[in-house]
């Protein structure tokens, strides 16, 4: 069983926040084995003046294979999913060695394809379809309801028996947790984000059903109301978060519910809010009323010392394409997120956030070894995390431009 070792000038700590100088990084059958100075092995990667930090996490991307704003030019399913499998081989050359799929039936197709090394990408968790209320927000509200039944990337449930149909469902589908939808939303044309969507029945009924079958819940929830419904009866991220209050984060505090803020949407809102870019009005017009709470809902979260994870909402098309993910972390700490928090939310708390920090999210002997390494400091200059030099996933190198 060979070592491999792999140097930096700098190796992040996460949990401390600290950059160990002239550190090593021992890896053997794809797991490290050991952190530290003058670390011996069978083969050495000197990286030199490098930050090595663990493998990042995008908590709340969806792998579409979309490059237009347009929902009147949808291309055929193959050939997004063609594109999609592309941008999986984007995302790892950025670092991202683990992704949750927060609704897309192409990620369920891509995920095995992944994981038996048939392409390059991140580990993928899945949602499969989301599930939400007639007119919701993964409703297509332009097209006759029945055909929106059909289509692969939503669930439509009414009614508390419908809400544990959907997720069995989504279950049968292959679905690594579940995604529900309990607000509308700035992208669905006929709600608006502080509308609460579906009654706290139809929440804890799904919330139930999930953890019966043990998947964790992620609620889309953008106002007020519907992320305290979501809240209380029982999901485990809330996603978004626009219009957050005090009383919203005392309880998820209190239940310990992670926070998925989607921050880079912020920079796209602000970017776009002129219009063009194939976005309708109507989306144009709600993107400039949530971009002004936003800010203040990171705050608030901050302040609570609610767990934060990194999530983009990045889809595929311009402004929000895959392999820019790096966006979100960046966005965090120009609003004022100390770096250490932020590299955290990029990856411990990701983790986390899927469950699985007992095997990734920070160097250290166990764990797998997800390493990525830029040029710089991210903990001086957070745009370090757009200079990715090299990538190992589980031991293997994806990436090395060192």
């Known amino acids: 069983m060979t070592i491999t070792v792999v140097r930096a000038a700098r190796v992040l700590d996460v949990a401390s926040g600290v950059m160990r100088e002239g550190a090593g990084v021992a890896v053997r059958e794809g797991s490290i084995v050991a952190v530290g100075p003058d670390l011996d092995g069978d083969t050495t990667l000197d990286l030199g003046d490098v930050s090595l930090l663990p493998g990042f996490f995008d908590v709340h991307v969806h792998l579409t294979g979309l490059r237009s704003y347009d929902e009147g030019r949808m291309p055929d399913r193959e050939t997004l999913a063609v594109r999609a499998a592309k941008d999986c081989e984007r995302l790892l050359a950025a670092g991202f060695t683990t992704v949750r799929d927060c609704g897309s039936a192409i990620a369920l197709t891509l995920r ?97 059903e999930a953890h019966r079958l043990g998947r964790r819940v992620a609620s889309h929830a953008q106002g007020t109301a519907g992320v305290k419904a979501a809240v209380l009866a029982g999901v485990d991220s809330i996603e978004h978060g626009y219009y957050l209050d005090e009383e919203c984060v005392a309880a998820m505090r209190e239940r310990g519910i992670f926070y998925v803020p989607t921050f ?139």
Request: hydrophobic share 35%; charged share 25%; glycine share 12%.
């Open 112 to 208: 095995p394809l992944v994981a038996d090394g048939t392409i390059p990408g991140p580990r993928i968790f899945a949602a499969g379809p989301a599930i939400c209320q007639t007119g919701g927000h993964a409703d297509t509200h332009h097209l006759p309801l029945e055909e929106v039944r059909r289509q692969p990337d939503t669930l439509i449930a009414d009614g508390p028996w419908e809400c544990r149909q959907a997720v069995r469902q989504a279950v049968r589908a292959g679905a690594d947790f579940i995604k529900i939808c309990t607000t509308g939303g700035v992208g669905s044309e006929r709600d608006h984000p502080q509308d609460a969507h579906f009654t706290p029945e139809e929440i804890a009924a799904i919330c139930d």
């Open 264 to 402: 880079a949407l912020k920079t796209f809102f602000e970017r776009t809010t002129d219009g063009g870019h194939g976005l309708p009005e109507w989306r144009v017009r709600k993107q400039r009323e949530v971009v002004g709470a936003m800010s203040a809902s990171l705050k608030l979260a901050r302040q609570a010392g609610l767990t934060i994870a990194t999530g983009s909402d990045y889809y595929g098309p311009p402004m929000r394409g895959h392999g820019d993910n790096a966006d979100e972390p960046i966005a965090m700490v120009r609003d004022g997120m100390p770096a250490a928090d932020a590299l955290r939310a990029l990856t411990l708390n990701g983790a986390t956030v899927l469950g699985i920090e007992d095997q990734v999210g920070s160097v250290e002997p166990g764990k797998r070894a997800d390493l990525v390494a830029v040029d710089g400091d991210p903990l001086r200059d957070i745009e370090a995390l757009r200079r990715v030099r090299f990538v190992m996933q589980d031991g293997k190198v994806r990436v090395n431009s060192h």
